[in-house]
């Protein structure tokens, strides 16, 4: 993204990683995505009582340049799938997504013709929230990973190791319907 | 108001809408655990009603029909069915008069039904020859009163005069009849989807449209799609 991607791998590397990844997650920047009843929640994470303010991200963002991390709050429909993406695409760069809660994540009760089944199938996510709707503590924890994420994320050469890393890892993951539950 | 069975003819031949066998969510075959699988509903469309209406209903239909003359048009040639249920009046209009009717209704000092709440859609796949129906709410502020005029359209010619031109405020309306059950309204100034994408293919809301869905997995077992879970149409 700029000169950082630049800096051969080493001590001064890790260093600004670690810079950068602290002035990063220190200050994300919301894009409002309100589509659902998961918005209130959002809203109520945003507002005095849950504070988020502490994370140093109480402001939502209505313009998506001005935003880094989109949360997708509530179902999306097939007619909206190209809105969101658009959005995402016109936020600069780096940017994070977070699904919140299981219509954003799965489709979760509208599975039918009208809902995207996961809003995964338009935009890459980087951190699925379950509930109907998420409380705000589970929306900050999920925050919270994801400022984990952030602080933990390399630059440059490092960078494409570790989303190829990241990549063999999903791959050797077995599916849903192989694991064993209570239902098996 | 008097109990609907004293106001509508006893002689008329009922008009059957539907016959729905089971309940909802019990299929013919294994899963009806409800117990209600072998019940039979008939749906019947409601009876003309007769004279006095009781209510302020005389008092519309009187008007109208007073307007119409003005026309050069009966009662009858206009309305099939004056219905009376539920303490509401519902005029079944013939549709290649229902702007002539609408006119009437906003623009005549007696009815003065400034407001029209839109246009709703109900499909009856089983009432051959009168699949589709619409149903327009109307609502007059001067006189506190309410008439709902049903038009009733068969599924090979779906097509009914727009009355944006009385009230505009109908645009769209009936864009999302037209969206979800495929009414094509004459005269529409651009009669397009509102709410499904521009280039969705079917009409959602007619009861012979697939739910869709897919399966969902779970650790070690699917269930599938819901629409193949239960029967929904009887």
């Not at chain 1, 009843?37 to 402001?59: H, N, P, S």
């Not at chain 1, 980087?126 to 409380?135: A, H, K, S, T």
């Not at chain 2, 697939?210 to 997995?217: A, D, F």
Request: aromatic letters at 8%; glycine letters at 8%; proline letters at 7%.
């Amino acid at each position: 993204m700029g000169i950082e991607e630049k800096l051969p791998s080493g001590v001064m590397l890790t260093s600004v990683e670690q810079l950068a990844g602290y002035v990063r997650k220190s200050s994300l920047w919301p894009a409002t995505f309100g589509l659902a009843c998961c918005a209130i929640e959002m809203m109520a994470t945003g507002a005095g009582r849950y504070d988020l303010a502490r994370f140093g991200m109480e402001v939502f963002r209505a313009s998506p340049r001005q935003a880094d991390l989109m949360i997708v709050a509530g179902r999306v429909s097939q007619k909206m799938a190209p809105v969101l993406r658009q959005i995402y695409d016109q936020m600069a760069d780096p940017k994070w997504v977070l699904a919140m809660g299981v219509c954003a994540s799965s489709g979760g009760m509208f599975n039918n013709y009208a809902i995207v089944q996961g809003v995964d199938h338009v935009v890459p996510v980087d951190m699925y929230l379950p509930g109907c709707p998420p409380r705000p503590e589970m929306l900050m924890d999920a925050i919270l990973k994801i400022h984990d994420q952030i602080q933990d994320m390399k630059l440059g050469k490092q960078r494409e190791k570790q989303v190829i890393n990241l990549e063999v890892k999903s791959l050797k993951e077995s599916p849903l319907i192989e694991l064993k539950g209570l239902l098996s | 108001m008097s109990d609907d069975n004293e106001i509508v003819s006893q002689n008329e031949k009922p008009i059957l809408k539907d016959v729905i066998k089971g309940a909802f969510g019990s299929p013919t075959s294994a899963g009806d655990t409800s117990g209600f699988g072998g019940l039979v509903t008939t749906i019947q469309a409601a009876p003309a009603a007769i004279r006095p209406y009781g209510s302020y209903f005389d008092s519309i239909v009187d008007a109208l029909e007073r307007v119409l003359k003005t026309n050069n048009l009966t009662l009858e040639q206009v309305v099939e069915r004056v219905v009376v249920q539920h303490d509401q009046l519902t005029l079944m209009v013939i549709s290649k008069h229902l702007v002539t009717v609408a006119q009437a209704l906003r623009d005549d000092r007696e009815l003065r039904f400034e407001m029209c709440m839109g246009v709703t859609g109900v499909h009856w796949p089983n009432e051959i020859g009168r699949e589709l129906h619409a149903i327009y709410p109307f609502v007059s502020i001067t006189n506190n009163r309410r008439v709902l005029v049903e038009v009733v359209v068969p599924d090979s010619n779906p097509h009914i005069p727009s009355i944006t031109s009385v009230y505009p405020a109908n645009n769209w309306h009936e864009r999302e009849t037209y969206d979800f059950f495929g009414i094509i309204f004459d005269g529409h100034p651009s009669l397009t989807r509102i709410e499904m994408p521009d280039d969705w293919v079917g009409h959602p809301q007619r009861k012979d449209y697939p739910l869709g869905g897919i399966p969902v997995e779970y650790k070690g077992a699917v269930i599938p799609a819901p629409d193949n879970r239960r029967n929904y149409h009887g």
